[in-house]
């Protein structure tokens, strides 16, 4: 159980072009999610909590007019990388956490990743 | 604040015991530890939530120090399969945090 999905794993853009990102939990409902994005050989840095029906909360330093990020169902939330350039080229991946009879302390699921690469 | 770990990379021959550390400047709820391989998502591996508590993972354990704010993951007999880079995740105490921030990570690799 506890599955995240995303999509797509690997996407390459042009700079200026913007790209959609999704994330779904498919077998629990997700009220928050997280995105995060990793730069190789280094950690996971959290960009965004995504909360169902309500404004992303951004980490600080993160530009929500560049990261869009919509939580419409319980089970999908997508981040759109808007007008991309070679420095957003990373690997992108959502979390979830199963929250029927878990809070924090709960296990984070990740998806997949996508890994972006901007031209 | 990320959690700061130590050390950032180790390698070992099958069968070594390693000791990777997690050290944080806030007050923690609970600390989680993950392992990524390349080009992969992280796999969840445990959660610490009480002062003192220790758990088990087939040969891979860990404790957690909440008055020092500082937990460790115990290998033991390492295996090929224990490759990756580790990564403990840490909680704030603050009432409605319920993000998780990452450690700086570990890379562990284990030559035969």
């Known amino acids: 159980g506890a599955v995240v999905s995303q999509h797509p794993s690997w996407v390459i853009c042009k700079s200026g072009t913007s790209v959609k990102i999704e994330c779904r939990s498919l077998?629990?409902?997700?009220?928050?999610m997280f995105w995060y994005r990793q730069f190789p050989k280094q950690s996971l840095m959290l960009m965004a909590t995504?909360?169902?029906?309500?404004?992303?909360?951004?980490e600080q330093g993160v530009e929500k007019d560049k990261f869009l990020i919509n939580h419409a169902s319980l089970t999908l939330s997508t981040l759109t990388v808007t007008s991309a350039h070679p420095e957003d080229s990373s690997f992108y991946i959502c979390?979830?956490?199963?929250?029927?009879?878990?809070?924090?302390?709960?296990?984070?699921?990740f998806g997949n990743g996508t890994r972006l690469t901007v031209t | 604040q990320q959690p700061v770990q130590s050390p950032q990379a180790v390698i070992l021959r099958e069968g070594e015991d390693a000791v990777i550390n997690c050290s944080s400047s806030?007050?923690?709820?609970?600390v989680h530890w993950y392992r990524q391989k390349h080009g992969e998502a992280p796999v969840f591996l445990m959660i610490?939530?009480?002062?003192?508590e220790q758990k088990g993972h087939e040969k891979i354990s860990a404790s957690f120090n909440e008055k020092k704010q500082q937990s460790s993951l115990y290998l033991t007999a390492s295996q090929l399969s224990y490759s990756g880079t580790y990564f403990c995740?840490?909680?704030?105490?603050?009432?409605?945090?319920?993000?998780?921030?990452f450690g700086t990570g570990t890379r562990l690799t284990i030559i035969p």
């Open positions: 979390s979830a956490r199963d929250y029927v009879g878990q809070g924090r302390g709960s296990p984070l699921h």
């Open positions: 077998d629990f409902q997700a009220t928050t």
């Open positions: 995504s909360n169902e029906g309500s404004k992303a909360t951004y």
């Open positions: 610490l939530l009480k002062g003192g």
């Open positions: 995740g840490t909680e704030g105490r603050e009432f409605g945090n319920e993000k998780l921030t």
């Open positions: 806030k007050a923690l709820y609970s």
